[in-house]
């Protein structure tokens, strides 16, 4: 079975302009989560979808925007780049809505990395 | 205020000994905790994943306990091996009103040496 698919893996752009990340959850998931991680901050999370719908989200300003497809696929936008935006950009599966009472197990993605110049 | 706190920073033992990293966090209110390992240009490997009422969940070598009334976990490597070298990261859920956080630890880098 094929893993979490994350593109581009490697990414550089830069300030002010705009980014798409596409994530590809292992088939049969229906929950993908994103997160964005800096050496400064960690893990941080960035929002969850469940069935083409956003069920859950961080404190991320609204530059920060994503969906999910009917097939499951997830595709996540940082519009207007900043610096500080440069992190690698984890995407997670699970086969159900993760964590509200739920023992899922999530897996992650190899991460989109991106730099911003 | 919810926060994840974890220790040491840093651990460096020898190949073959067994070693303890620990989580202290005041999330309320509590969902689960979970443990990741992370290897280095890598995305997070999920370890465990504990529920309020389970005090203890091994998975091969690794071994999380969880006191929910200190509000402590601790991640046990049994006869560590060169790739455990990696970092471990403390997740804790808390559940209000039907939805979730994750407040995230900021992660024990472990070198396992030969």
């Known amino acids: 079975k094929a893993g979490v698919t994350q593109t581009p893996r490697y990414l550089i752009k830069t300030r002010g302009q705009q980014v798409t990340l596409s994530c590809s959850p292992i088939?049969?998931?229906?929950?993908v989560s994103w997160y964005q991680q800096t050496p400064g901050q960690g893990l941080q999370f960035l929002f969850e979808y469940f069935s083409e719908t956003q069920r859950n989200k961080g404190n991320f300003p609204g530059r920060f925007s994503g969906r999910q497809f009917s097939n499951s696929r997830s595709e996540m936008n940082v519009s207007t780049l900043e610096l500080g935006d440069s992190a690698l950009y984890l995407c997670?599966?699970?086969?159900?809505?993760?964590?509200?009472?739920?023992?899922?197990?999530?897996?992650f993605g190899p991460g989109t990395r991106l730099t911003v110049l | 205020k919810n926060q994840v706190e974890q220790s040491p920073q840093s651990l460096i033992i020898l190949e073959g000994k067994n070693c303890t990293l620990q989580c202290n966090y005041t999330v309320s209110p509590f969902s689960n905790l979970r443990w990741y390992k992370q290897d280095t240009g890598r995305g997070p490997v999920s370890l465990t994943i504990?529920?309020?009422?389970?005090n203890t969940k091994s998975n091969g070598r690794y071994t999380a306990t969880l006191d929910a009334d200190t509000k402590q976990s601790s991640l046990h490597i049994t006869a560590s091996q060169l790739s455990d070298s990696a970092s471990y990261i403390c997740v804790v859920s808390a559940v209000t009103s039907g939805t979730y956080k994750y407040i995230f630890g900021t992660g024990t880098r472990l070198k396992v040496l030969a």
């Open positions: 504990m529920t309020f009422s389970e």
């Open positions: 997670a599966s699970s086969l159900v809505l993760g964590a509200g009472g739920i023992t899922d197990t999530q897996y």
């Open positions: 088939s049969g998931h229906r929950s």
